[in-house]
């Protein structure tokens, strides 16, 4: 019986980190930054504020104030790499060369990168 316990308290533990814990390795500095930017891209995702005013608020965050991460695949490295791509994404949204659904790849990508979840 006991085991039975144990596996289901296990279980409810996979479940929620799986849905919402953050991603080891990722440092205190890119997890907030990271939830910056995603801040940013929901309230351009809910039509709240246009490309180029997205845009401007993720390339005014201290990105480069932060230290670099030793590379791209490093979960610092990774935050780093999602939330450039998601800027140059809502650049090219702002000249229409890039989708609506095309940034909303690219902040689904970031929550994924900071483990939070896809819209």
């Not at 450039?84 to 095309?102: N, P, R, V």
Request: aromatic fraction near 8%; charge should be negative; charged fraction near 25%.
């Amino acid at each position: 019986m006991l085991k039975r316990y144990i596996s289901v308290a296990l279980v409810f533990l996979l479940l929620l980190c799986s849905t919402g814990c953050r991603p080891s390795g990722l440092s205190d500095s890119y997890y907030n930054i990271g939830l910056k930017a995603l801040e940013i891209a929901d309230r351009y995702i809910s039509f709240d504020i246009t490309a180029d005013e997205a845009y401007e608020a993720i390339n005014a965050l201290p990105l480069s104030s932060l230290e670099k991460p030793d590379s791209n695949t490093s979960a610092d490295g990774n935050v780093h790499l999602r939330i450039f791509i998601l800027e140059s994404d809502l650049l090219l949204a702002s000249s229409e060369a890039k989708t609506y659904e095309e940034v909303l790849d690219s902040r689904n990508a970031l929550a994924k990168a900071i483990g939070k979840s896809s819209k």
